[in-house]
């Protein structure tokens, strides 16, 4: 038999490694529907405004991925991939406990200090699980691979919105439970992962022992049949003897580095500067904006998580068929579509319960181009865009650049919607357009490809 099929350790070690993406999602989702008991439950402590330490819960959490991102990069090089996520997933049980008992503590500060530590062990994750997931992964099914990650953020998503509605756990007394539920996938992490293998490319090419490689290929695989994978692998390290190590400044002064840098960072501007974090954070506001009861405006968001999760699924035999160049393209012209129609139907609902209607169906065409490509691609681009002497830089600086913007569009959302109206998709808009001419002229197709015939496009 052929190495390159999913065998059951591969599964195991992938399913292990996306709790951590799933916690992302999760996190990410859960902060939408209990708004106004935390809002609540400040006032009881605090004079302060509500708004303005809510807003700060919210955010603190991309500022914990903006830590978490290059730390992890660091980690995952020094210590090994399995280490890194073994420790990320401890990081997560504490952040989650101090989440739980925040409101039996009386104390905001627990509930923001939890909120900060998630946040490091999701950015963390969103570096960590990629590349280890990449690293273990067979060529012809790297592509797929990489969208489980996204795949499982979806998830997390779904289950985080499903549990947040009134007659679960989105109500004054569930809410430090809804929170603290987090704890839950970082501990079945805790468990998984001392059985899951080492990343064989690390075992061989970091700590150099070629005989444990071949073993833990072998279990991967499934099959002893490795000499071409391990000869690939040590093929793509006498190209990276030659390219040396690159630090993330190096990055940006060499050109052949830069050019791609550039890419991936543009990619992930493109997922998080497209606008789907306020229709993710804030979508039940936006749908009461369109005149929409409480009650369904939340079962409208359920929507928006069920369609992300559904395009995710759908993408991923698209992925390696396709290819990577195609989908976002697609994603991004159907996105800048979907936003000049929700803006019409923002601007004509008053009054008009059919415009509501189109507003919350274009809202989810939105969603649904959103999750053809921009959801996943840009956190897999960046792998296979570089060796392996920058990969770990280049991946950190993109998930970064990420958090970010993120962080950016949780804070500016609900100023901008004051001062827009219902013309606040129009900047996002402007924004998709750019991203999309930009992926035309410069995304090169990475489909099938090994690193070496992608990184030769940019050297020339």
């Not at 730390?71 to 280490?83: E, H, M």
């Not at 904006?289 to 079962?299: H, I, S």
Request: charged fraction near 15%; aromatic fraction near 12%.
């Amino acid at each position: 038999m052929e190495s390159g099929g999913a065998t059951g350790a591969l599964l195991y070690a992938v399913v292990a490694a996306v709790l951590g993406m799933l916690q992302f999602g999760f996190n990410t989702g859960v902060i939408n529907a209990p708004k106004n008991f935390i809002e609540n439950f400040i006032k009881e402590q605090y004079d302060a405004s509500p708004d303005l330490i809510f807003g700060v819960i919210v955010s603190i959490f991309a500022v914990g991925g903006m830590i978490g991102c290059p730390l992890a990069s660091w980690v995952a090089d020094k210590r090994g991939r399995k280490f890194a996520l073994q420790a990320n997933a401890i990081f997560g049980v504490i952040g989650a406990l101090l989440m739980g008992f925040s409101k039996i503590a009386s104390s905001v500060e627990m509930l923001i200090i939890g909120r900060f530590l998630i946040g490091i062990n999701c950015g963390f994750a969103t570096t960590a699980s990629p590349t280890y997931v990449s690293e273990i992964s067979p060529l012809k099914l790297r592509g797929a691979f990489g969208t489980v990650n996204q795949l499982a953020v979806a998830l997390g998503l779904v289950g985080a919105q499903i549990l947040g509605i009134d007659v679960i756990l989105g109500s004054n007394d569930g809410w430090p439970l809804l929170l603290g539920l987090a704890v839950f996938l970082s501990a079945i992490q805790c468990f998984m992962l001392p059985f899951a293998p080492e990343s064989p490319r690390y075992v061989l090419l970091v700590q150099r022992d070629e005989e444990q490689a071949r073993a833990l290929l072998a279990k991967i695989r499934g099959t002893g049949n490795i000499d071409d994978e391990i000869n690939e692998m040590h093929e793509e390290d006498r190209a990276a003897k030659q390219e040396e190590k690159f630090s993330i400044g190096d990055l940006f002064r060499i050109k052949a580095l830069r050019t791609p840098l550039i890419i991936g960072i543009v990619m992930h501007l493109s997922q998080q500067l497209g606008g789907i974090n306020a229709v993710l954070y804030y979508s039940s506001t936006i749908f009461e904006n369109a005149g929409l009861t409480v009650e369904n405006a939340r079962l409208a968001t359920i929507g928006v998580g069920s369609i992300l999760f559904i395009m995710a699924l759908v993408s991923i035999p698209l992925m390696d068929r396709l290819g990577r160049r195609t989908l976002q393209l697609w994603g991004l012209g159907g996105m800048a579509l979907a936003s000049v129609l929700m803006t019409i139907a923002f601007y004509r609902y008053k009054d008009n319960f059919t415009m509501s209607i189109f507003a919350v169906i274009f809202t989810l065409f939105y969603v649904a181009f959103f999750g053809v490509g921009p959801s996943s691609i840009p956190w897999i681009i960046l792998s296979e865009l570089f060796g392996q002497g920058a990969r770990s830089a280049a991946v950190s600086v993109g998930a970064a650049v990420n958090w970010f913007a993120n962080f950016i569009v949780g804070l500016v959302f609900i100023p901008l919607t004051n001062l827009l109206g219902n013309l606040v998709f129009l900047p996002f808009t402007i924004l998709l357009i750019f991203f999309y001419v930009f992926v035309y002229f410069k995304l090169p197709e990475t489909k099938n490809k090994t690193i070496e015939e992608v990184t030769a496009v940019f050297k020339k």
